[in-house]
T-cell receptor, first 115, second 116 residues
Framework: EAGVAQSPRYKIIEKRQSVAFWCNPISGHATLYWYQQILGQGPKLLIQFQNNGVVDDSQLPKDRFSAERLKGVDSTLKIQPAKLEDSAVYLC?????????????FGPGTRLTVL | AQSVTQPDIHITVSEGASLELRCNYSYGATPYLFWYVQSPGQGLQLLLKYFSGDTLVQGIKGFEAEFKRSQSSFNLRKPSVHWSDAAEYFCAVVPYSGAGSYQLTFGKGTKLSVIP
């Protein structure tokens, strides 16, 4: 079974530029999550999708971050414009259902450096 | 405030020695509890989880964890560490809720180094 795929693996941009990350979850997984992991900290949930609907985006900085999962499969996370403090690893995860007891499977992440 | 605390930022052990990584949580009701491992350049992998029942939980790679309600703790243990266990370990919780969002909240992690 293929795991969660993410691209690119690394990205370096200058502040005020825009950037997009792509995630393809495990086939058949209805729930998709985006996390931000700043160096030295644990991952923090940015947004949770159930199929193509948003379940929780309470911690997403909506003035600069956006995410979509139009067909309920793959997803894109965008930052526009980027700030220095957005330097982090962006992790995508998926689970078969949204219940708290369901295991989340994580992708390898995209490491973003904002200069 | 609701939180997950991993008091040890970095632990070094010798190969073959036993290991215990600490995790404490602060929530009104017992949340769902998880331990994840993150190796360099790789995504997070679930080691084990606890929802209810037997308070000693067995996981993959020879790890186990014990839930202690009185101490609000969920410590991870391994009787004999291998060099390949060197990684960062995260304790995580999902607060028990009837709402649709199940936000996995992570501690700050404990980095494990293993001396050959």
């Amino acid at each position: 079974e293929a795991g969660v795929a993410q691209s690119p693996r690394y990205k370096i941009i200058e502040k005020r530029q825009s950037v997009a990350f792509w995630c393809n979850p495990i086939s058949g997984h209805a729930t998709l999550y985006w996390y931000q992991q700043i160096l030295g900290q644990g991952p923090k949930l940015l947004i949770q999708f159930q199929n193509n609907g948003v379940v929780d985006d309470s911690q997403l900085p909506k003035d600069r971050f956006s995410a979509e999962r139009l067909k309920g499969v793959d997803s894109t996370l965008k930052i526009q414009p980027a700030k220095l403090e957005d330097s982090a690893v962006y992790l995508c995860a998926s689970s078969s259902r949204g219940g708290g007891y369901n295991e989340q499977f994580f992708g390898p992440g995209t490491r973003l450096t904002v200069l | 405030a609701q939180s997950v605390t991993q008091p040890d930022i970095h632990i070094t052990v010798s190969e073959g020695a036993s290991l215990e990584l600490r995790c404490n949580y602060s929530y009104g009701a017992t949340p769902y509890l998880f331990w994840y491992v993150q190796s360099p350049g790789q995504g997070l992998q679930l080691l084990l989880k606890y929802f209810s029942g037997d308070t000693l939980v067995q996981g993959i790679k020879g790890f186990e964890a014990e839930f202690k309600r009185s101490q609000s703790s969920f410590n991870l243990r391994k009787p004999s560490v291998h060099w390949s266990d060197a990684a960062e370990y995260f304790c995580a919780v999902v607060p028990y809720s009837g709402a649709g969002s199940y936000q996995l909240t992570f501690g700050k992690g404990t980095k494990l180094s293993v001396i050959p």
